[in-house]
């Protein structure tokens, strides 16, 4: 951890999230516990354990701002009613959507890992009682993003809860399988992102050709 700057009064508890924030970029998540971060920022464990019961309620704040990060980033490509205007603008929403999430979790491999674990399962079902988190998910924007291009005439049929369902899981897969190290490509991210959106648009029935492998040096 980097040097820690003598906190103010109210200040511990920002400190304390953002202490495991750093620890998740560091890769340090796993051994990270309460007192630990008590010694590092220069206060008792007693102080700590005023703002968090546990490592777990600490860590359920660094979920829910993963995912509210994750969500701002989707909104960013098709905001809550932005219909695509042009095909283009469609299938570039669909490699963007996949771009995203795919570096996103190469990038916070420690806090994807939570937010899509037990943690993470928790705080989904607390964001799924807030009308506002809710109402315009990342999942949400998927399923606007492949409506557009029924609309648009790009698909026959238009796509349901379980195409995207299935679209979720792929891409999870891939950027699981990506950020593991275990598909012989991995260091590829921009193929693929690519691959991956091809072979989704190609399950709700869009056919195009899979991306070409870049050349070798």
């Not at 648009?201 to 195009?208: A, D, T």
Request: charged share 25%.
């Amino acid at each position: 951890m980097g040097k820690i700057s003598k906190l103010k009064r109210g200040d511990l508890r920002d400190a304390l999230v953002e202490y495991a924030m750093q620890a998740c970029k560091d890769g340090h998540i796993e051994v990270m516990s309460l007192r630990k971060a008590a010694r590092d920022l220069g206060v008792s464990s007693g102080a700590v354990y005023r703002h968090f019961a546990d490592k777990d309620a600490l860590f359920y704040e660094v979920v829910k701002i993963g995912f509210s990060d994750l969500r701002e980033r989707f909104v960013a490509i098709r905001a809550e009613g932005d219909k695509a205007t042009s095909r283009e603008q469609a299938l570039k929403r669909c490699f963007m959507l996949s771009q995203t999430y795919i570096c996103w979790a190469n990038e916070n491999t420690a806090l994807w890992h939570m937010m899509f674990g037990r943690i993470g399962m928790l705080c989904r079902n607390e964001t799924m009682q807030n009308s506002d988190l809710s109402r315009y998910t990342p999942f949400d924007v998927s399923l606007e993003v492949t409506r557009d291009l029924f609309t648009l005439g790009l698909l026959e049929k238009e796509p349901d809860m379980s195409d995207i369902r299935f679209i979720w899981s792929a891409t999870h897969g891939a950027a699981d399988l990506a950020q593991s190290g275990a598909r012989m490509d991995h260091t590829q991210l921009d193929k693929i992102c690519a691959d991956t959106t091809v072979r989704c648009l190609r399950s709700i029935g869009f056919e195009m050709a899979l991306p070409k492998a870049p050349a070798q040096q």
